[in-house]
Nanobody
Framework: QVQLVESGGGLVQPGGSLTLSCAAS??????????MGWFRQGPGNQRELVAR???????SYAPSVKGRFTIFRNNAGNTVYLQMNNLKPEDTFVYYC?????????WGKGTLVTVSS
């Protein structure tokens, strides 16, 4: 029932910016805002945490993106964004949205970000 739909990926030149969005539907009401995060994965690599925002709004970032990326959500807690600035070729991955709802982890299908000149 829970669905996560990512959008905003695409081709961008080094130094450019993109904003990823993840809209969730069918979330089970639990009386609190869900924790949300963005992960990324390339061929042959493990999925790694990029950014996370907790149920109380605490944010954390991977060292490789800190200072360049910003995670934020809407007030209802059903949409999470990732503002990506000063993109580098090393940021080329499939990016996945993750939401913890009622103790269960849900994932989007991913959106590809390609950084190339």
């Amino acid at each position: 029932q829970v669905q996560l739909v990512e959008s905003g990926g695409g081709l961008v030149q080094p130094g450019g910016s993109l904003t990823l969005s993840c809209a969730a539907s069918g979330l089970i009401f639990s009386g609190s805002i869900n924790a949300m995060g963005w992960f990324r994965q390339g061929p042959g690599n493990q999925r790694e945490l990029v950014a996370r925002i907790s149920n109380i709004g605490t944010t954390s970032y991977a060292p490789s993106v800190k200072g360049r990326f910003t995670i934020f959500r809407n007030n209802a807690g059903n949409t999470v964004y990732l503002q990506m600035n000063n993109l580098k070729p090393e940021d080329t991955f499939v990016y996945y949205c993750n939401i913890q709802n009622s103790g269960v982890n849900y994932w989007g299908k991913g959106t590809l970000v390609t950084v190339s000149s």
